[in-house]
């Protein structure tokens, strides 16, 4: 019996909730391990055996919907508030900004009221800012497919964003494309669990004595575009700032240590891409295009299938593009080039997760390179990186 469901998927399973969303009987149910990552657990007694779950689970398709890229370009959104907000150049907001004028709905990743991140569906321009900038924690997809697949029925234009995996399992979801049907995936190391990330905030609700109700990864408040995060708490009104890889949880995410198992198997860590667009972080600009470097951020976008070529032609007015090549792009990429090496110590991260002192116990190391990075003017530091 097990051989014809979704049970056998194991590591491989990305989370997506395809199979969850897609299973008639609905005996599917994803549960949390002790890791915090939620895998499927089917309900034996009322499986029917259709294999529709594994029709539509991207670990068994995962050549659905991929391309190797066709043109690269380097990208700065023009409009201040929006670069500042978002990640790298304001790529993805660009896109969302473009569908949600043409009337279509955009679905991407945003915290809630606890600062859990889920996809949600944006239809309005004011709730864009919901899916700016990057999380650096797993999305919950919870029933966005399902949302997905219904507005598309509707003949409503649909954008879908989100990690290659989640791009993967839409399609998978979908048995294929459809002609109004957009989609983006991001350039991807791996993801860590949200009950690391819930943990880590209780951590930092301790250090300053507060609630914290505003987290940003990837905040550019102080030292403009890189990987600073701040928080805001809510009780004594604090501000908190911090390279990322001088940060407990930073730290880990940069080292990768504590992504899911199937980030380590990631079958979409190459140049043949899922979505019709694919973005990143543009971390070889200062040296490739100089002039077209700023401190607010530069996106990479590499433009994968003529869908793409379509909507990156409608977005084009809200930026700055200037033309790259792959090889550009790729510099500090490898996950271009292969997935994340699973480090030994990945064995033993989530070992201690339920105990009371996990995150208070995890090291960041002397990292003096950092550390010194960290107090150094930033415009030094853009300076040394074009040399
Ligand atoms: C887990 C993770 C790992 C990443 N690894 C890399 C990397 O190795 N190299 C690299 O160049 N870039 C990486 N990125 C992408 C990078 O952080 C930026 O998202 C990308 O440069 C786009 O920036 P932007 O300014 O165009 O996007 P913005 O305009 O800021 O929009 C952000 C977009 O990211 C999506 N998003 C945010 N968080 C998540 C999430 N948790 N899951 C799914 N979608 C999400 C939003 O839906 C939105 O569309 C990663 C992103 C994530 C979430
Ligand atoms: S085989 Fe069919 S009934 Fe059984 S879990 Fe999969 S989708 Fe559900
Ligand atoms: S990858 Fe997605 S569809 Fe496949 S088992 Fe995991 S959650 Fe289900
Ligand atoms: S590394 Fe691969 S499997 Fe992991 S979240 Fe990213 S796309 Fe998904």
């Not at 380097?74 to 900004?97: P, Y």
Request: charged share 30%.
């Amino acid at each position: 019996m097990m051989e014809n469901n979704i049970s056998n998927i194991k590591e491989k399973c990305v989370g997506c909730k395809s199979c969850e969303q897609s299973c008639p009987k609905h005996c599917i149910s994803m549960m949390e391990n002790k890791e915090g990552f939620w895998y499927p657990v089917v309900d034996e007694r009322r499986c029917i055996e259709c294999k529709l779950c594994l029709k539509k689970c991207p670990a068994e398709t995962p050549d659905i919907h991929r391309n190797e890229p066709k043109k690269i370009w380097a990208w700065r959104n023009k409009n201040d508030v929006d670069i500042m907000r978002s990640a790298s150049g304001g790529a993805a907001d660009s896109a969302a900004k473009a569908v949600l004028k043409m009337n279509g709905v955009v679905f991407g990743a945003a915290y809630d009221e606890q600062l859990e991140v889920s996809h949600i569906e944006v239809m309005t321009d004011s709730e864009r800012k919901k899916i700016q900038s990057s999380k650096y924690v797993q999305s919950d997809p919870k029933d966005s497919y399902l949302k997905v697949k219904r507005h598309l029925e509707n003949k409503k234009t649909v954008l879908f964003t989100g990690t290659p995996c989640q791009v993967s399992g839409l399609y998978a979801f979908l048995e294929g494309d459809r002609e109004n049907l957009y989609t983006i995936d991001l350039i991807c190391h791996g993801v860590p669990s949200p009950k690391f990330f819930r943990k880590y905030l209780e951590y930092q609700n301790k250090q300053t004595d507060g609630r914290v109700i505003y987290f940003n990864f990837r905040s550019k408040d102080k030292r403009g575009w890189g990987t600073q995060y701040l928080l805001k708490t809510k009780t004594k009104t604090k501000t908190k700032t911090k390279t990322f890889s001088l940060d407990r949880y930073g730290k880990h995410f940069m080292n990768g240590d504590c992504y899911r198992e199937s980030c380590y198997l990631c079958v979409y860590a190459n140049t043949k891409r899922v979505g019709d667009l694919t973005v990143g972080d543009f971390w070889g600009i200062a040296k490739s295009h100089p002039d077209f470097n700023s401190p607010k951020g530069v996106s990479s976008v590499l433009i994968n299938t003529e869908k793409g070529r379509k909507l990156f032609e409608i977005m084009k007015p809200f930026a700055e593009v200037e033309e790259a090549t792959l090889e550009e792009a790729m510099v500090k990429q490898h996950n271009l080039l292969h997935p994340s090496i699973r480090p030994i110590t990945r064995d033993t991260f989530y070992m201690d997760i339920d105990e009371p002192g996990f995150v208070d116990g995890l090291k960041v190391g002397i990292q003096m390179k950092e550390r010194l990075k960290s107090i150094l003017p930033n415009k030094l530091i853009q300076k040394m990186k074009s040399i």
